[in-house]
């Protein structure tokens, strides 16, 4: 596994190490090694940080130009097309993903959706006429503007941390905002990465910036603190989510908090290919590691059998397939981090404790190599109220439960408290979209549709989180509106 560079501070348009020099260890979810450093921010650096982004949003046409503007970020998604190679490497070495995972939804998903964004900026109106009014005997002619936020701060997680870092930083870029961003510490370099591609777009001094930091919650805390921030957009977990929301309430900041999940995928009795649709719903991918990964699996209880059996042959005939650094097939590698692996044993033992049994897996996997592998995972007997059924586990287990009816299904599928996807699979489409209709959460795809991607806009139901990223109204999210009026004879 080569070794990656050190993710360097980019700030005020210089990439350059933490103000004391200080580093701290890049660790390969592979290994459990050292492959590589981060800049330790200190308080100062962050405080830089936040004022050269202050600075280019008070004191640069940045957002209101909004043609150079959208030159400079296209230039910017250029850079990162044409460094494909080495963020297929970072996500590899530095996130743990199998290659086909890397390639796939990590890169491309990105890229694409970053070409998305920039394609999206056209769609956004940024003046309208409202015409004019007559009040109390004069006439008014009114505009609507559509305006940049001001400075983001954005906070993002580790497991697809291209996708969400670009979801956020080009969105709010294109909307006229500047930009902090402080990627999750396990994964640095994806983050720094992007300051080093800005650099070579030329982006204007200020208007992005990268904080790295090996103190989860420090950076995240100050940006949220500050009253020079704006807008905090925050990916992650409910629990921080949480504690950003009322910390951001001090200084009345716009919050975005795109959160956990636990979806469900429905299954109905007369999906066309049911061994087939069951077989495919294994959670494997990137080690169930996705936010919006089905990871509650409703089957009828008619087929019920059927599924389980349909299911153990699955994961039997998965186990060649994944924790492999070199196969270009592999989608599944380890768990992000030491952390990360215990957090998800204990929710194994925690399924075990609660009555559910293991059709499957269940294990660390040390002969798959030196770091965080934990097996594909698979819980049957489940009830809906258990806690591996409600809580988000964020590894590769799948809780299978059974359903009586539609109606049943529906109800299953919503009892949660969180609603980010969803997933439905039948014979009948519009019985299928009816199901996927009554589903409260922000995305659900029907019969294998891709509602996840760059042009649609993408975001949580309930305790999932609020806003939306992604599409046009992913850019419209980082803009406010101003009426302008002026009396007109
Ligand atoms: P996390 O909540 O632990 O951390 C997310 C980010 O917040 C990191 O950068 C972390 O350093 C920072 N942070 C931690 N404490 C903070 C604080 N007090 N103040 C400010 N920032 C703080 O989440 P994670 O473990 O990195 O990621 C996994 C979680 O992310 C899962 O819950 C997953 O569902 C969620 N996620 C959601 C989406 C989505 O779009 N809804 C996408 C991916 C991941």
């Not at 109220?385 to 809780?399: K, N, S, T, W």
């Not at 029907?446 to 042009?455: F, L, P, Q, R, Y």
């Amino acid at each position: 596994m080569e070794p990656l560079p050190t993710a360097n501070l980019f700030i005020e348009g210089v990439s350059r190490p933490a103000q004391n020099g200080k580093l701290f260890d890049n660790i390969s979810p592979w290994t459990g090694e050292v492959v590589g450093q981060a800049a330790e921010a200190t308080a100062a650096d962050i405080e830089h940080a936040i004022s050269a982004a202050r600075k280019a949003f008070d004191e640069t046409d940045w957002s209101r130009n909004h043609t150079a503007r959208h030159q400079a970020v296209t230039r910017f998604v250029e850079q990162l097309e044409q460094h494909r190679e080495q963020l297929v490497t970072i996500a590899r070495v530095e996130v743990g993903a199998g290659v086909g995972a890397a390639n796939l939804f990590q890169v491309q998903g990105a890229l694409d959706g970053a070409r998305d964004l920039v394609n999206a900026f056209a769609s956004v109106t940024w003046q309208e006429s409202r015409g004019v009014r007559e009040f109390m005997g004069s006439n008014t002619e009114r505009v609507v503007t559509r305006e940049a936020l001001g400075v983001v701060g954005a906070i993002t997680p580790w497991n697809v941390p291209l996708y969400i870092n670009v979801g956020k930083v080009i969105a709010a870029l294109l909307a006229g905002c500047t930009v902090v961003l402080k990627p999750a510490p396990d994964t640095p370099l994806m983050g720094a990465i992007m300051g080093e591609l800005a650099a070579l777009a030329e982006l204007p001094a200020g208007v992005f910036n990268v904080i790295t930091s090996s103190d989860p919650a420090m950076a995240g805390e100050m940006l949220t603190a500050d009253p020079r921030v704006d807008v905090i957009s925050f990916t992650g977990s409910t629990a921080v989510g949480r504690r950003i929301m009322a910390a951001g309430s001090v200084t009345l900041k716009r919050v975005f908090l795109e959160l956990g999940g636990k979806s469900a995928r429905i299954i109905l009795d007369d999906a066309d290919d049911f061994p087939m649709a069951v077989m495919s719903s294994i959670a494997v991918f990137h080690a169930g590691q996705g936010c919006a990964l089905p990871t509650r699996l409703l089957v009828p209880k008619s087929r019920y059998q059927e599924a389980i059996e349909c299911l153990s042959l699955a994961y039997q005939g998965f186990e060649e397939m994944w924790g492999d650094f070199d196969n270009p097939e592999n989608i599944m590698g380890p768990v992000i981090s030491k952390r990360q692996q215990e957090r998800v044993m204990g929710y194994i033992q925690c399924g075990l404790d609660e009555g559910a049994n293991l059709l499957h897996g269940g294990n660390r996997r040390p002969d798959k190599g030196t770091g965080f592998f934990i097996e594909p995972t698979c819980f049957i007997d489940v009830t809906n109220d258990m806690r591996i059924a409600q809580e988000e586990i964020f590894g590769p287990v799948l809780v299978v439960i059974p359903f009586e009816d539609d109606e049943d299904a529906i109800r299953i599928a919503n009892e949660s408290i969180y609603g980010l996807g969803g997933y439905v699979v039948s014979g009948d489409l519009e019985r299928g979209k009816y199901v996927a209709n009554r589903i409260r959460a922000g995305a659900i795809s029907v019969n294998g549709g891709m509602s996840i991607i760059g042009d649609l806009p993408f975001g949580g139901f309930k305790q999932s989180g609020m806003g939306r990223e992604w599409g046009p109204e992913g850019i419209c999210e980082f803009t406010d509106l101003k009426s302008i009026a002026w009396s007109v004879v």
